[in-house]
T-cell receptor, first 118, second 110 residues
Framework: NAGVTQTPKFRILKIGQSMTLQCTQD?????MYWYRQDPGMGLKLIYY???????DKGEVPNGYNVSRSTTEDFPLRLELAAPSQTSVYFC?????????????????FGPGTRLTVT | RKEVEQDPGPFNVPEGATVAFNCTYS??????FFWYRQDCRKEPKLLMS???SGNEDGRFTAQLNRASQYISLLIRDSKLSDSATYLC???????????FGAGTRLFVKA
C-alpha cells in the first residue's frame, strides 16, 4: 500500500512550457485534491474531485486544469507556465469518516512536486 | 482578514516544556478542524482531528471553541522530535473546501 504517490519530485520549466503533474492513490479514496504551497505560506486548494468524472475549482484554479478518469489518478496540467506558478505542489486524497453524526475528511498527502518556472 | 489565522512563531522552547498554539477561523460555517504537522520540505501529515468535546492523544491535546471560533493545540513534555510546523485546517461544505493556516513553527531545544 503506497498511499499517495506523485511524479516528478522536481521539475524546472521555462516560461510558456506545459507539463502534467501525476498523482496516484491506491487507497480507493473517493476524494482527491491538488494544493500549492508557496514559501512560508499555508496550502491553497487548486482543484478537487469527489469521484471519477467529477472535478471542481478550489481557491486558486487559474492556469491549471485537471481530469479524473479513474478513482486512482488525478493529474494536474499546467498550460503556459509562468514564474508565479513556482511552488511546491501537493496531491491529497481522503475518505468520509462519520463520527457521532459529524463527518470529517482526513486527508493523506503525497510527497510533493517542487516546480520552478524560469 | 485571513479565513484561518495562526501565530507564525517561531516558538523556541526547551525539552520538557509545555507549549500551546491557537488558531482562529473567521467562517462560522466551518464544519471540521484538524491539526497537521509538516516537517521541513516534507508533506503535511495529520496530527489529530479536533472535535467539539476536545480530544487527547498522548502528549497532545486539541480543543475547539465554536463560540469564540478558535482551536488550540497543547503539547506537553516537548521532545526534540516535536520540532516542526503545525498547520491548522478548517473544512467546510462536506469537506471539499479546505482552508489551511500558514502554520506555526516550533523549535524544541535540548
Amino acid at each position: 500500500n503506497a498511499g499517495v504517490t506523485q511524479t516528478p519530485k522536481f521539475r524546472i520549466l521555462k516560461i510558456g512550457q506545459s507539463m502534467t503533474l501525476q498523482c496516484t492513490q491506491d487507497m480507493n479514496h473517493n476524494y482527491m485534491y491538488w494544493y500549492r504551497q508557496d514559501p512560508g505560506m499555508g496550502l491553497k486548494l487548486i482543484y478537487y474531485s469527489v469521484g471519477a468524472g467529477i472535478t471542481d475549482k478550489g481557491e486558486v484554479p487559474n492556469g491549471y486544469n485537471v481530469s479524473r478518469s479513474t478513482t486512482e489518478d488525478f493529474p494536474l496540467r499546467l498550460e503556459l507556465a509562468a514564474p508565479s506558478q513556482t511552488s511546491v505542489y501537493f496531491c491529497a486524497s481522503s475518505y468520509r469518516d462519520s463520527r457521532g453524526g459529524v463527518s470529517s475528511y482526513e486527508q493523506y498527502f503525497g510527497p510533493g512536486t517542487r516546480l520552478t518556472v524560469t | 482578514r485571513k479565513e484561518v489565522e495562526q501565530d507564525p512563531g517561531p516558538f523556541n522552547v526547551p525539552e520538557g516544556a509545555t507549549v500551546a498554539f491557537n488558531c482562529t477561523y473567521s467562517n462560522s460555517a466551518s464544519q471540521s478542524f484538524f491539526w497537521y504537522r509538516q516537517d521541513c520540505r516534507k508533506e503535511p501529515k495529520l496530527l489529530m482531528s479536533v472535535y467539539s468535546s476536545g480530544n487527547e492523544d498522548g502528549r497532545f491535546t486539541a480543543q475547539l471553541n465554536r463560540a469564540s471560533q478558535y482551536i488550540s493545540l497543547l503539547i506537553r513534555d516537548s521532545k526534540l522530535s516535536d520540532s516542526a510546523t503545525y498547520l491548522c485546517v478548517a473544512l467546510y461544505t462536506g469537506g471539499f473546501k479546505t482552508i489551511f493556516g500558514a502554520g506555526t513553527r516550533l523549535f524544541v531545544k535540548a
